[in-house]
């Protein structure tokens, strides 16, 4: 059985992952580092270390920015912020299930918009956001919602794209190929 | 005239109708032809990438496919565009495997992504294609000196696919410096706004901004301009929301670099979707026309 850090080094962002010093200077550059449980430099010793339940359960990696200063100034080309959404990736697909953050969920309206519309519905995302995770929230995001809308910045019905049926058979094609590979 | 293939991204249609707008508008006074895209779709965007790594490729794909085909630089003004689209060009070239699957995916739409675009950034075209040179004899109203924030966020430098330092980079300040405007120091510039994570963890970005927002009044800015719509977003609707949490006063209006550019060009502001910004830029826009009158009435 491969180990985990074998199956992390094989997904897109995880490639880098064995040039790890350990050096710390991502965790150092990292703008929400002290809301992380693991930040950067941790996780990539978590990871090598096995630990992978309490890796892929973790909240840590939900909290990148993607302001891509670790990778920026890693002086062995590794990668956390494209580590992270890798990490992401892998605990969705084995269905761990995150607390401690609402991220996911936020994550899971925005792919739907994107996959009913082939674009980002931002009212739609951000109704649904909301309604699965703090209902009373939204109460509190009425006034910024209605601002926005009256400046002409949210639109209430989804466009969609024109492309998006052609989109929508490219993608079911794509998972057809994956899982005869 | 130079011409490119445009991507213009979900929000400049919606929630950052000021830079689509205004990327419209200053397209032509600087010999710009911006050719829209036919069909395109979302770029794939981070949350999707989040979720399914593989399959945000393959959306990122079709419209590189589709760029390809025009034989012309791809040009996108949003800044998370300008990496989503970039970083599936990159991971598709170094994963021949990968690249084989999202090709016979893509042949269901008789479409091919064989790996020979250039995906750009508006802010690089305008800076090295169309230059300050060019730009600055163009400039019909003057700025007078207006104090500028140059606003570059995360993504535009970083991770490093364009020409500008990744830390410390100049391109928005000399584009701010061709309009006849100044651009301040600004030491947080390359620094992040807290990005989509405004939606699902507030209070953390609410922090971020702040410090942006900080960074930018302490060094006398009379306005921040960005290219980054979500950056702008942030700055710009949830400047409020910062200002009760930590009983501050900032009143910056935040401009897209392109909704600047068209103001010096002498475009009028509701052209340049100037009333979609939620901070005012009233008084701004009073500083650059009314000290113009008086020089006016001085000679």
Not at chain 2, 229 to 242: E, G, M, R
Not at chain 2, 254 to 278: D, E, K, M, Y
Request: charged share 20%; proline share 6%.
């Amino acid at each position: 059985m491969k180990s985990f850090v074998d199956e992390v080094a094989t997904t897109l962002g995880g490639g880098h992952i064995h040039a790890c010093i350990q050096c710390g200077v991502c965790t150092a550059s990292c703008p929400v580092a002290g809301e992380m449980e693991y930040p950067p430099r941790k996780i990539i010793a978590m990871i090598r270390a096995g630990m992978r339940d309490e890796v892929l359960s973790s909240s840590s990696m939900w909290f990148c920015l993607s302001c891509h200063l670790c990778g920026c100034r890693c002086p062995r080309k590794v990668k956390p912020t494209e580590l992270a959404h890798a990490l992401e990736s892998l605990a969705i697909q084995h269905g761990y299930s995150v607390k401690g953050t609402y991220t996911p969920a936020m994550y899971r309206s925005f792919t739907s918009s994107i996959r009913a519309n082939g674009k980002v519905h931002e009212f739609g995302m951000m109704l649904r956001f909301y309604l699965l995770t703090n209902p009373l929230a939204a109460l509190k995001m009425l006034p910024l919602g209605l601002k926005l809308f009256l400046h002409r910045r949210m639109p209430l019905i989804p466009e969609g794209a024109e492309g998006k049926e052609e989109l929508s058979r490219i993608i079911q094609k794509f998972r057809e190929v994956r899982g005869s590979q | 005239m130079k011409y490119y293939s445009y991507f213009p991204g979900c929000s400049a249609e919606s929630t950052a109708i000021g830079l689509g707008l205004s990327v419209r508008a200053i397209a032509e006074p600087l010999a710009l032809q911006l050719i829209e895209l036919e069909g395109w779709t979302c770029c794939g965007s981070t949350p999707y990438g989040s979720l399914d790594e593989l399959e945000a490729v393959v959306v990122a794909a079709r419209n590189l496919a589709l760029a390809e085909k025009t034989g012309l630089d791809l040009v996108t003004p949003c800044s998370s565009c300008y990496v989503i689209l970039n970083k599936a060009a990159i991971h598709l070239e170094d994963h021949p495997q990968l690249k084989r699957q999202v090709n016979e995916a893509l042949a269901v739409a008789d479409l091919e992504y064989h790996g020979t675009l250039r995906i750009r950034h508006l802010v690089d075209v305008l800076l090295n294609d169309i230059t300050p040179e060019v730009i600055a004899p163009k400039v019909q109203q003057e700025l007078n000196g207006l104090k500028v924030a140059p606003y570059y966020g995360c993504q535009l430098v970083r991770p490093h696919y364009g020409p500008d330092d990744t830390e410390s980079p100049q391109s928005l300040d000399l584009l701010v410096e061709s309009l006849g405007a100044e651009a301040v120091p600004y030491p947080l510039k390359a620094r992040c706004c807290g990005g989509a994570l405004v939606i699902s963890e507030q209070s953390l970005a609410l922090g971020l901004i702040r410090k942006l927002l900080d960074s930018a009044a302490r060094n006398g800015a009379q306005c921040i301009v960005t290219p980054c719509p979500l950056c702008q977003t942030n700055l710009d609707a949830y400047q409020s929301k910062v200002n009760s949490k930590f009983k501050t006063d900032y009143n910056l209006p935040v401009l897209f670099i392109s909704q600047l550019i068209g103001l010096a060009l002498g475009i009028v502001p509701i052209s340049l979707g100037l009333r979609t910004n939620i901070v005012s830029p009233g008084e701004m826009l009073d500083y650059i026309y009314k000290v113009k009158r008086e020089v006016k009435s001085g000679t």
